[in-house]
């Protein structure tokens, strides 16, 4: 039996990229007869002289970005490798289905998402509930798996090298085009991306922040909340992001939606631009005075956001005009999937999975 | 009464004096307590390190021990503590903050060992293919 895999190598995108990070489809585990731990454990066996971050990801699941837009890809497991090895503990972490539960819409309002047709029915997979995390977890840990010098965070879309100091983000957009042989754009994330991935929503079970008790960080905060620091925090490492049209989709159907910005959905940069250009409602007083104080040093204003533009764009010119109205990683060197990702499929040695 | 646990002092001394208990030319590293300032030190397992020291030193081909501390959990939270003191040495204030630290787990340091024995608690012991 053959377990395929896609890897994002190290030196991928003219050497951009600083560590492997290994991608697998649900699907592929099924066929390969495995579960996702031994799939884990097969991967961890390709990796005896190196190392590896791995996400397993389900593509007919959605899962929700850090400032609430719903993507049709969720990632189902993280892992972290290195020379053949797992930490028992630390090193692999499940993250099971959330289910409907009463009041998800109210406590949740970007969840209407879920209601759009695309989404509609599909499982949902952000963070990890109480078993996921193991009892070793502690509340300071965060939805983290390490195993060696190699960390896979937050669910998976950051990764780092501890011991070399290396990251690199892989936002879900982007891990939705590796998985589908899109596109990707790739370059250092900057000033933008940094601020945009503290303005979280409030969620339980997120990606980043909540349990069973709703995260304490609200749409409109910052939970960064660092000032002018804030958008330093990633400003030296690569990230990967799909093409600005298609994120530009899925923010213009949740804006559809009537989700205000600021106040449903984080006010990200690229968020808080697009509902401006697009002339929909953004809750400029909810937004806390230090998520203001983060925007203003990426250039986006209170001021110029609280005026009206006079003739917003349609849906067309918005898509059209992406790389202008979102703001951040300028320059950005767009890929094929093909040119970046390096499909592999290994024969499963039923010794490794004993 | 006698405290029923180690002092750092004595725990470093204790794994010395074991890596140089067969032949004391054998020299020994120690390396992950080094900020620690004073601590007690669980007695039994202390024991057992000290024990285990000196079972490495039974291969008449070991010349050189190093013993790395690791914290079991990966994502470790410090507390920073800064004081300002003035010229008669009076601390004025002390600041408290949060530091959080992801340390490389116990596999960065096994990469090179031809052999892995796991004698940690059962919960503890890492996978390895």
Known sequence: M???YR?????????????????????DIKKAALTNFEAVKVIANEYKDSYAAVDIVDLDAVSVTSDGIMNPIAVT???????????????????SEIPEYEGIFEDEPHMRQWHLDQFKGKPLHRGPNAKDR????????????????????????????????TEALVFMSAANELMRDGEVTVCVAGPEVSVGIGMVVSERWGRIFGGANLGGYKAGMSAHNSGEYAKTVKSDYPAFAAPKEKFMKLMLDALDTGLIVGRHLGPSPALISTAHAYGTPIDIDHISDRAWIELESVGISKEEMSKPVAKPYTREEMIAHAEEIIPGMKNAKR??????VDIKEVEVDPKTIA | MKCMHTKLPDFLAKMQAAAKRIRPETKI?????????????ASLRCGRIEEEIYEVTQDPDITEVELRIVPFNPEVIYSSIAKGYDASGKCKIA???DLAAD???????????????DRRSAGHKQTQL
């Open chain 2, 29 to 41: 590293t120690i390396k992950g307590l080094e900020n620690i300032d004073t601590a007690k030190v």
């Open chain 1, 77 to 95: 497991a993280i892992a972290s490798v290195d020379h053949g090895m797992v930490n028992k503990t630390y090193g692999y972490m499940p993250i």
């Open chain 2, 103 to 117: 340390i490389p787990t116990v596999e960065y340091y096994l990469t090179d060992a031809e052999v892995i024995d």
């Open chain 1, 7 to 27: 890897v994002i190598p190290k030196g991928a995108a003219d050497g951009a990229m600083p560590l492997d990070w290994v991608f697998i489809d649900e699907k």
């Open chain 2, 95 to 97: 600041i408290l903050d």
């Open chain 1, 134 to 165: 193991g009892t070793e977890r502690a509340g300071h840990n965060e939805n983290m798996t390490l195993t060696g010098r190699i960390a896979n965070n937050n669910c998976g879309s950051e990764a780092f090298n501890m011991v070399e100091m």
């Open chain 1, 335 to 340: 890929y094929k999937v093909s040119d970046v």
């Open chain 1, 2 to 4: 053959k377990l395929k």
